[in-house]
């Protein structure tokens, strides 16, 4: 088959031709139909990622057809249709017992812990837990779309920040994450702002649910501009981007008893930003970290697609090829266009 491999980190992919895989007993092989760039696949390139053996293949955002099937699956055959969340549990430790297979103490990760979805095919562990049905009205671009980014902001905003209608929310960094939380929010009842350093990609913001926007490179501060618009600050409030100046400045924009949802990475030297722990303790602040999805958790959030109430599809900004992915992987720091990045041409 075909795909991007590095064999250095921070060196060019290149793309190959390797072995097909297998289906380990409880997995599936799934032909990749479509594939989303993330910029945790950057980070893996970089080398922030200690779980990746050299060579890789990246990749984790990703829908298909079932190619193979293990022996030991039972719920699942040659044919389905299919999407997987990026964080697979095993099924049998404590963090999977108690319902969080997001945490799994012996988690398989697609493009990070194995081999990922930039090639034609990828074997795919734990298949009866972790493998999500695909609705027959919903196309292979949208639901890798859906990916790491809009399911991740999907438990964060709704599951972990627990949002309700008419709170206030806050949205720092409007990558595929911040403009997938901007459009959760708005279709719980929020009111949504929008943050970033570019205008257009504000711009786009709120065309798809954010009813403010603020410029970070132009605002002389950023947390007051949202305690300015909302008068009493966040009921939750997003860091999307994953950096510490992002970070401290969400935890600032919160009202009292606010939740700050972390979902963009802090690596390396950025990992310990200075976080102003004198108002979390004196305004009662939560600091939740937020790590993927349960497959378990689909149905909802599927549910509301179908019905109209979220557009995941409109957050799509292009289609590129396998080929076209080398230099779409190795700029993603530029953080160039607006929007998701589906590869689906193999």
């Known amino acids: 088959m075909k795909a991007l491999v590095y064999e250095q980190f921070g060196s060019p992919p290149l793309i190959q031709n390797v072995d097909d895989p297998t289906p380990e007993p409880a997995g599936v092989v799934i032909k990749v139909m479509a594939t989303g760039l993330c910029r945790s696949d950057w980070h893996g390139w970089i080398g922030h990622d200690p779980d990746i053996e050299l060579p890789h293949v990246p990749g984790?955002?990703?829908?298909?057809?079932?190619?193979?099937?293990?022996?030991?699956?039972?719920n699942w055959k040659i044919g389905d249709r299919v999407t997987v969340?990026?964080?697979?549990?095993?099924?049998?430790?404590?963090?999977?017992?108690?319902?969080?297979?997001?945490?799994?103490?012996?988690?398989?990760?697609?493009?990070?812990?194995?081999?990922?979805?930039?090639?034609?095919?990828?074997?795919?562990?734990?298949?009866?837990?972790?493998?999500?049905?695909?609705?027959?009205e919903m196309d292979f671009v949208t639901a890798a779309s859906l990916g790491c980014r809009f399911v991740t902001s999907y438990r964060g905003i709704v599951d972990q920040g627990q949002v309700a209608?008419?709170?206030?929310?806050?949205?720092?960094?409007?990558g595929g994450?911040?403009?997938?939380?901007?459009?959760?929010?708005?279709?719980?009842?929020a009111h949504v702002i929008a943050i970033d350093i570019d205008d257009e990609k504000l711009a786009f913001a709120k065309t798809i649910g954010a009813d403010y926007g603020i410029n970070a490179n132009t605002s002389a501060n950023v947390s007051e501009a949202v305690f300015e618009i909302s008068?009493?600050?966040a009921h939750i409030s997003m860091d999307a981007l994953g950096h510490p100046v992002t970070c401290v400045?969400?935890?600032?924009?919160?009202?009292?008893?606010?939740?700050?949802?972390?979902?963009?990475?802090?690596?390396?030297?950025?990992?310990?930003?200075?976080?102003?722990?004198?108002?979390?303790?004196?305004?009662?602040?939560?600091?939740i970290g937020s790590h993927g999805i349960q497959a378990s958790r689909y149905p909802e959030m599927l549910?509301?697609?179908?019905?109209?109430?979220?557009?995941?599809?409109?957050?799509?900004?292009?289609?590129?090829?396998?080929?076209?992915?080398?230099?779409?992987?190795?700029?993603?720091?530029q953080f160039q266009g607006t929007g998701v990045t589906v590869i689906n041409q193999f």
């Open 231 to 233: 008068k009493r600050g």
């Open 60 to 74: 984790h955002e990703l829908a298909g057809v079932i190619e193979a099937v293990g022996t030991d699956v039972k």
């Open 249 to 287: 400045n969400s935890v600032r924009s919160l009202a009292k008893r606010g939740k700050h949802i972390q979902v963009g990475l802090l690596v390396a030297d950025q990992s310990t930003p200075n976080i102003p722990m004198d108002i979390v303790v004196a305004n009662e602040l939560e600091i």
């Open 303 to 333: 549910q509301m697609i179908a019905d109209g109430r979220m557009a995941p599809e409109k957050l799509v900004g292009d289609t590129i090829s396998l080929a076209q992915s080398v230099d779409a992987l190795i700029t993603m720091d």
């Open 165 to 174: 209608a008419g709170q206030w929310v806050a949205v720092h960094g409007c």
């Open 85 to 136: 969340p990026f964080v697979g549990g095993c099924g049998t430790c404590p963090e999977c017992d108690s319902g969080n297979h997001q945490v799994c103490d012996n988690q398989f990760q697609p493009g990070f812990t194995h081999w990922g979805s930039f090639a034609e095919y990828v074997g795919v562990h734990y298949a009866d837990i972790n493998l999500v049905r695909l609705p027959d």
């Open 177 to 189: 994450v911040g403009l997938s939380a901007i459009m959760i929010a708005k279709a719980y009842g």
